[in-house]
């Protein structure tokens, strides 16, 4: 099978490229074969031989567009088969960067508008100043060609979202959307007090999802990429010692406000052209603050997230839901209303589950799988989990809420960590009754059974999870140890999918399994 090298303590949640590397093809061996629990379904290799495919749009009925993360290639495959590589753009790869996200418009036979999501690069900073980045942020134009895991080798606003145009045979660039916060080397000397001068460089926390919703908006998920402002619900920033007295920059480039570079940790919902709707749900809070901070919050559906890799609208009720991946503790599955605040990172998990966020964030003693010095950090030194609150009280109150704002608690989560990967509803039941647009939830870990896969019911009213097992009836499944299932057995779908990145329905009626760790893309399927 692939082999993963063993993550290093406060390792990303995603087991992606800068988490794993092929073993050498002599010594390779084959992934394990997927298997589901239901013996009236089976499961076949719809593609393989990718590289890091990461998420898949249909084109037609055997015809479908794959993006492959780590070589920047958006690749045609026609009944099982790829045809030929149509954009290679020249990403950067390292960590979860790369090309991350694709959506087709809802009227995409007429305008053949395909949208990308992607991490363009730069040239490395010298070593001499390796805190600032040579651009600030990339070519208006894409490049395209080689590729690099240069960490470092990124501009300020090194990720992006772009409109193409498909041709038949190619996607011709047509104009940016927006870009946003990718640089991260928080060790530097500036500001002073960050406490932050033993953090490395990083690249994680991107999001990229890309999704068009029931009422022709994009919708684009970005995780925090390390921020600490006021989208990550610290209102005067991470070190200040009395609000609103005292404010302090996020990092080096400012903040806590949601600038260009600190417009993190959230939803965002354009217009096709990357225009903002006038009926997001705090543009008139946006409209009062102004300027290019209030223009951004002008964008935002939702915010207060720390890292997703999977959003998708429920097809009877239209509503959104997300994946959201705990550091340590609390993976979420949330039902995203407009102006949602998540909470992080304040909270994670029920409110009323604060005391066990702190406790297990705060955890230096037990040893852990992978982390043999226990738990602590929250990944940012600037703002420990010894700063968590103690009481729901306290966690909601230090809550950064913009007008408008409401604070949504999960409708399930998992006390620690599970990393859940890509999310998809099945549209219609082409797989039986019992799925019928029902919601499954991919796995970010291949040493979880396998990979992953979760399926989960939704009540009548399209609102909350229907749980099975009494021990879920408090929605918490309360597992033993991260990347462990227990409460949540009666949740399992199948195994050995390896890293889901993507879980889509496709136009047979059939569950799409995109498996980045595998180079594979699996169909899940009916018995006749």
Known sequence: MIRLIRPRRRAIVFALVAAFSLAPAAEAQAPPTPTVLDRNLAVRTAVSGLVTPVSIAFLGGNDMLVLEKNTGMVKRVVNGAVQNTVLDLAVNNASERGLLGIALHPHFLTNGFVYLFWSCQAPPPPDSNPFVPTQGRCAETPETGADTDNILAVPLLGNRVDRFVWDGSALRFDRNLIMLRSFQHDGAPDPPGQNDSTQPPRGNHDGGVLRFGPDGRLYVIVGDTGRRGQLQNLPCGPTATACPGQVTPDDQFGGPEPDDAHLTGVILRLNDDGGTPADNPFFSAGATIGGEVGENVQKIFAYGIRNSFGIAFDPKSGDLWEQENGDDSFSELNRVE???????????????????????????????????????????????????????????????????????????????????????????????????????????????????????????????????????????????????????????????????????????GNLFVVSLSHGAIYEIFRRR
């Open 338 to 508: 407009p102006g949602m605040n998540s909470g992080w990172v304040q909270i994670m998990g029920p409110p009323e589950r604060i005391n066990q966020f702190k406790a297990i964030e705060t955890d230096t003693t037990v040893p852990r799988p992978f982390t043999p010095a226990g738990y602590f950090g929250l990944q940012q030194l600037r703002w420990p989990p010894t700063f968590i609150g103690i009481t729901p009280e306290e966690g909601l109150s230090r809550m950064f809420m913009l007008p408008g704002a409401h604070y949504s608690a999960p409708e399930l989560s998992w006390k620690f960590e599970v990393a859940p990967g890509g999310i998809g509803f099945l549209k219609g039941g082409k797989l039986g009754s019992r799925y019928r647009n029902d919601l499954f939830v991919g796995g970010a870990r291949d040493f979880l059974e396998g990979g992953h896969i979760f399926h989960l019911d939704l009540n009548r009213a399209r609102t909350k999870i229907k749980v099975h097992d009494r021990r879920l009836r408090d929605r918490v499944a309360d597992n033993l140890n991260k990347w462990e299932i227990t409460e949540s057995e009666s949740l399992l779908f199948g195994r050995n999918f390896g890293v889901g990145t993507d879980i889509q329905t496709g136009p047979n």
